[in-house]
């Protein structure tokens, strides 16, 4: 059974500082997804990595994945309040037809 | 909008009641998911549907619920006999057949409150 697993679940942190997010997953897979949730609302596609050694970015954020070590990486660069939010991770299940598995999600808080 | 369209929004429910949460995917996407999110938790996965066919349904409980997704209109979601458990919001998401990325695309979510 595939298990994606973020860390840390809760972050504050500074703005204008850096941070990475660590996503693990425990079965080999070669797709991963990192999606954005703001409270009470939908799940917003941020990056999509389709092979190892991926990397993606989009003004402060940058993901990474290496599927030999199953880890992906959401580095933020330079924190500012509009980044506030929950920050999913999803691992595409190799087996079966069963679509994506997500991890529990890291609530980050971006302040003053 | 071309998104994917959930609703209702907000679904009250007293236990023992049925709820019915719909879902239209994205125009020429034909494969849907039904997700689960409890408060302050990751998306739990239901079932995964295509027209008129069931795929995956193993993250779905055996009892109360059921999905199906016909030929014409929105997928549903229906929840008989709800119990204050059930709370939470139901998010479906769709993708076009393949070949595809594997990206899910999500809609806004039904929060269903249980009393």
């Known amino acids: 059974e595939l298990k994606v697993e973020q860390n840390p679940l809760f972050l504050s942190m500074q703005e204008g500082k850096n941070y990475t997010i660590y996503c693990n997953y425990s079965?080999?897979?070669?797709?991963l997804y990192w999606y954005r949730q703001d409270p009470g609302k939908s799940l917003e596609s941020l990056f999509v990595?389709?092979?190892?050694?991926a990397v993606k970015q989009e003004g402060r954020l940058m993901a990474s994945l290496d599927t030999k070590a199953r880890l992906s990486t959401l580095h933020i660069t330079a924190a500012v309040h509009d980044l506030s939010a929950t920050y999913f991770c999803?691992?595409?299940?190799?087996?079966?037809?069963?679509?994506?598995?997500f991890g529990k999600g890291t609530r980050l808080s971006v302040i003053a | 909008n071309a998104g994917v369209m959930q609703n209702p929004r907000h679904l009250v429910r007293r236990r023992g009641q049925e709820a019915r949460l719909r879902c239209s995917p994205m125009?020429?996407?034909?494969?849907v998911y039904w997700y689960r999110q409890l408060p302050e938790e990751g998306l739990k996965f239901m079932v995964y549907?295509?027209?008129?066919?069931?795929?995956?349904e193993s993250g779905m409980p055996k009892e109360r619920f059921s999905a199906e997704f016909p030929k014409e209109g929105p997928s549903i979601l229906r929840i008989q006999q709800v119990v204050r458990g059930d709370s939470a919001a139901y998010f479906c998401?769709?993708?076009?057949?393949?070949?595809?990325?594997?990206?899910?695309?999500f809609g806004e979510g039904s929060r269903l409150t249980v009393l």
């Open positions: 998401a769709s993708s076009p057949g393949t070949p595809n990325t594997g990206e899910l695309f």
């Open positions: 079965t080999t897979s070669d797709r």
């Open positions: 990595l389709l092979s190892n050694g």
């Open positions: 999803a691992v595409d299940n190799p087996s079966g037809n069963t679509p994506l598995v």
């Open positions: 125009k020429g996407h034909s494969h």
């Open positions: 549907l295509q027209k008129e066919n069931i795929i995956d």
